[in-house]
């Protein structure tokens, strides 16, 4: 339990995340937008993850969404279904990691800067830095495999103790007349700097805690790694969001007590104000690298963790024949139990998404892609919302379906070239990958997931006319099953605890197009 709640609680990276967006919640309202945008988004959160815990605990998959969507489905549009969020959620798991990682380069060069004022990093310097990252976290993940359980356990308490270190070096090293007042850390609104009107401009900045808060759901693409995954997997999602929730509230309100001249933050290299408040709170260079040495260390974990996540995720998707040449991806290095391409791929898709940022300054400041689904209510899971799981149903759609439009804006107007936010480009793109693929290969010969409800042990054999192959169409309307533990005495492992052949009776992918 506790490493799954470790990966995710990772993931999040709370104080990280807080930290490099901070910029966005002070150019659209200030300390409200940051301390009551964090609430409100966490409220919604625990309701997002509350929903997908439910589902993960009756199909617990590394498929996580792209499964759950086709089984629920249906027959009609399960395939389409399922190829439609298994891409989103490959494309959510990608971005999230990049964002991840080059926040954590950006960082890294700030920390230079703390030391050396007359410093300014080069958007190579950038770049490049944001390779070695991404290749640092490649090679733990292959070479530290088996210490990653550990490494993830540390994480929470790495973190925990981090906050508390910060909270009382900041309070304790500002004096009293340094101090903002109460009143202007829990009602001081401004939101000038952004352009937007004074309403909007709240919204837009709820970007700050939603990009956050958008990794919890990634922990799904372990459950062929997890035991008992119907049970730990779900807890671990919604327990990382109300830690992760607390811990913001603990993190901010210090940070906004302590808030030097707003301007002067927004004039911060590379955009990142939270190096310049620490080291003008703790009056010396070596101070503030001190405090940004502890959220370095959580960047570590976090980044890792999200390349894990996204690397089985990509393995799982592979598996079932979604993505081009997946013979390639799907193949795991059995000494280590690793999904090595898949790890190959998800960290070279990264750092040539990493290039974009030539051409825009800003365009990591919302590229995470928001991938999450709301389905029916499944009852008698282990993981149950009973009563309350409609009105937290409605609740996920209305917000996804707004955070969808939040994601593609600019934290500021007017827009530039260099000022636009470049999410929605990406996520056109990879749409147009998905629907060319769809129509070269996957109409044809994509039937879903290549297990089946019977395979698991959710439905019997009586419950289902006849199943496609590889597909599944049980009559979930007419019938809810109840829940009952997966039947694993069918499930073959091959190529380690990654390789697991979920049902014999499905038939093989086609072959995938060679390389030329």
Not at 322 to 339: E, G, H, M
């Amino acid at each position: 339990m506790m490493t799954i709640l470790g990966l995710s609680f990772a993931i999040l990276g709370v104080p990280c995340g807080v930290s490099t967006t901070m910029a966005i919640g002070l150019t659209d309202g200030g300390p409200v937008t940051v301390l009551y945008g964090w609430i409100i988004v966490s409220l919604i959160s625990l309701c997002i993850s509350a929903s997908l815990a439910e589902i993960c605990s009756v199909f617990p998959t590394s498929g996580g969404v792209y499964y759950w969507s086709h089984l629920l489905s249906t027959s009609e549009y399960a395939t389409i279904a399922s190829w439609i969020t298994g891409w989103l959620g490959l494309v959510g798991n990608w971005t999230v990691t990049l964002s991840i990682n080059f926040s954590f380069a950006l960082l890294i060069l700030c920390a230079i800067s703390t030391f050396d004022d007359a410093y300014v990093a080069k958007d190579w310097h950038i770049v490049l830095m944001f390779w070695a990252v991404m290749l640092m976290c490649m090679v733990i993940n292959i070479y530290g495999n088996k210490w990653l359980d550990k490494l993830n356990t540390i994480c929470i308490w790495w973190t925990c103790a981090s906050v508390i270190i910060i909270l009382i070096a900041l309070l304790s090293k500002s004096t009293k007349a340094e101090k903002r007042s109460g009143k202007y850390v829990f009602s001081h609104y401004d939101a000038t700097p952004s352009g937007w009107p004074s309403g909007w401009a709240f919204f837009v900045g709820l970007l700050q805690a939603a990009y956050t808060f958008t990794g919890y759901g990634m922990v799904a693409s372990m459950c062929d790694e997890v035991q008992n995954p119907e049970r730990e997997v779900p807890k671990a999602m919604v327990l990382s969001v109300a830690a992760a929730a607390v811990t913001g509230i603990i993190y901010i309100i210090p940070v906004l007590f302590v808030l030097p001249d707003i301007q002067m933050l927004l004039e911060a290299p590379l955009g990142q104000p939270i190096p310049v408040l620490f080291k003008e709170v703790m009056g010396s260079s070596g101070g503030g690298f001190g405090l940004l040495f502890l959220l370095l260390g959580i960047f570590l974990f976090s980044g890792v963790g999200s390349l894990t996540a996204a690397s089985r995720c990509t393995w799982a998707f592979a598996r079932d024949g979604a993505i081009p040449f997946s013979n390639i991806w799907v193949k795991v290095d059995k000494k280590r139990d690793v999904p090595v391409m898949a790890l190959l791929l998800s960290t070279v898709v990264d750092m040539v998404l990493g290039l974009i940022y030539f051409g825009s300054a800003a365009a990591f400041n919302a590229f995470t892609g928001c991938a999450t689904i709301c389905l029916e209510m499944v009852k008698d899971a282990p993981f149950s919302l009973g009563k309350f799981g409609y009105i937290i149903n409605v609740i996920t759609v209305i917000w996804i379906a707004f955070a969808v439009v939040l994601f593609t804006m600019p934290t500021a107007i007017p827009v530039t070239a260099s000022t636009m936010n470049y999410a929605s480009v990406v996520f056109a793109a990879f749409t147009m990958i998905s629907a060319i693929w769809y129509v070269i290969w996957g109409r044809a010969n994509y039937k879903g997931p290549k297990f089946t409800a019977v395979d698991l042990g959710f439905v019997t054999d009586s419950d289902t006319d006849a199943t496609a192959a590889g597909s599944v169409t049980p009559p979930m309307a007419e019938k809810k099953p109840q829940h009952q533990e997966p039947n694993r005495s069918s499930i073959t492992p091959t190529e380690g605890s990654l390789g697991l052949a979920l049902g014999e009776k499905a038939t093989p992918i086609p072959p995938m197009p060679t390389v030329s």
